[in-house]
């Protein structure tokens, strides 16, 4: 799936925090956009969809920060939120393609990796690739409530998912091409 996807979905977990505590929503809605696009910065550094995704142990912390957030401090909601994040955006890497330039080729089926049984998980395909139609319609899912429940910088950078997303789905195939040719 494509980072701008994990961002709107990341967003979307702060929607149930300013429906209860409208004071941290837009700290939440922030915290969930950068703890969404986080891991697909080892896209960049280190091994991607392995350095810095994590999807069975970023739920260690996420529940921890939960659990303080609810019962003592509030203000670690926005933690909570931002790590839930980054556990929901590894987690769901599954359902989309392996890791590979041309994922619809199908060539390669690891996904993202398990660092507690130390394996790939396969690749499930759901969205068939990063930039596939289908991943397109999650991206304008999950940005339109934020958009509309939000003001000021969540809802700007809900928006700019929807604006940056159509013209990288539109280009998806032909990016491969580029790609290949600046590597
Ligand atoms: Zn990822």
Redesign the pocket.
Known sequence: ?M?LT?IAVGMALSLPVAAVAPEFATATAIGGAIGGAV??VDLLVGD??RTL?FPVLYWLPAIALTAVALVAIPIVVVAAVAVSAAAV??VS?VLGAGEELRPWERTNTDA?YDHLRGQWLRARYVVRYDGAPEDFVLTVAFSTPVAVCFQGLPRWIAVSTVVVALPYTLARKRLADQFEKIL
Do not use: E, N
Request: proline share 8%.
């Open positions: 799936m980072v994990h891991p697909d991607h969809r995704h955006h590894s890497d993202v």
